[in-house]
């Protein structure tokens, strides 16, 4: 495990304007979202806000660029579309690793592949398929130099007014094979997901509901990293290892807020995303974790902290 990677982190983008709503495409879930798209999040989730950001993010050459789910608002047609093409202006699959969001597996769509339009984001790569399982798409891996990506799903299905996750046994127990093999390869494992991962993090209704069990695989298996979005918020959580399983001080967990609000709303701050240089040397990680957003005015970016981790 040696050699340096720089990873760019984006999330929560919910991509604006909203367009193609029809009425075909309405329930009760998407009706209720989508009044609350114009009641709230149009005013504050800014297409130009998300462009400023993400010319600061490209500008920076990270060696790759993760997004962390939640591309869209209400699972809608032009919107799959439109996410398609904004993951392609951020770059090549090469360069780019996309995991859904609650919000891009939102409710029932019927004769639409729905996220399988960005499967060429979220799968794995030559290299990563031979430790994945060809029945699921999740978890799936992907190689960056010393780095192996480890996409997960998190979304699912929810009722109206419930924007919770879950990941499934099967993910889980697949995770937990995965871990220890891609260890044994001597790559530094940062896992992706849209929910926080670690129990407490998020309230009920919008909290992973098996944290647990992730954590569990988490705390016996461990990871050099997880990245995560849905809250809106910058996160930082040290998950300690379990000393009986052989594990070794603690697993950062870091979430990044939205990168598209351009008004602040309640304490979500304006756009922003992280720049992760990871250093592995004589076995020991060590991560530097930049957070760049929107200033105050809105129409500049600059660095809104700087923090070493390990």
């Known amino acids: 495990m040696t050699g340096t990677v720089t990873l760019a982190h984006i999330s929560d983008v919910h991509l604006s304007p909203l367009a193609g709503v029809r009425l075909r495409h309405m329930n009760v879930k998407r009706g209720l979202g989508y009044l609350n798209w114009h009641r709230q999040r149009r005013h504050t989730h800014h297409r130009s806000a998300l462009d400023i950001v993400v010319e600061d993010m490209l500008a920076m050459t990270p060696d790759h660029i993760t ?80 780095v192996a990506l480890i996409g997960l799903n998190s979304a699912i299905e929810t009722p109206p007014f419930v924007a919770a996750g879950e990941l499934g046994t099967k993910q889980i127990a697949a995770l937990d094979a995965l871990l220890p093999k891609l260890q044994a390869e001597g790559m530094m494992r940062v896992v992706l997901i849209h929910h926080p991962p670690l129990p407490g993090q998020a309230p009920p209704r919008r909290a992973l509901r098996d944290a647990a069990a992730l954590s569990r695989v988490l705390a016996e298996r461990g990871a050099e990293l997880v990245l995560h979005g849905h809250n809106h918020r910058d996160m930082h959580e040290d998950f300690a290892r379990l000393a009986e399983r052989g594990g070794e001080g603690s697993i950062p967990v870091i979430g990044v807020a939205s990168g598209s609000i351009g008004r602040v709303h309640k304490d979500e701050p304006l756009g922003r995303y992280n720049l992760l240089r990871i250093d592995a040397q004589d076995g020991r990680v060590r991560i530097e974790c930049v957070t760049r957003g929107l200033s105050a005015s809105g129409a500049t970016v600059e660095q809104i902290s700087r923090k070493l981790i390990g």
Do not use: C
């Open 67 to 146: 997004v962390t789910g939640d591309l869209i608002n209400l699972g809608l047609p032009a919107e799959y579309e439109a996410a398609r093409a904004w993951l392609e202006a951020l770059g090549s699959p090469e360069r780019v690793t996309a995991i859904p969001g609650n919000h891009d597996i939102y409710t029932t769509l019927r004769g639409h592949p729905g996220v399988e339009l960005w499967s060429a984001y979220m799968h794995s790569d030559a290299w990563g398929a031979q430790f994945t399982s060809g029945e699921a798409q999740f978890p799936f891996v992907r190689k960056v130099g010393p």
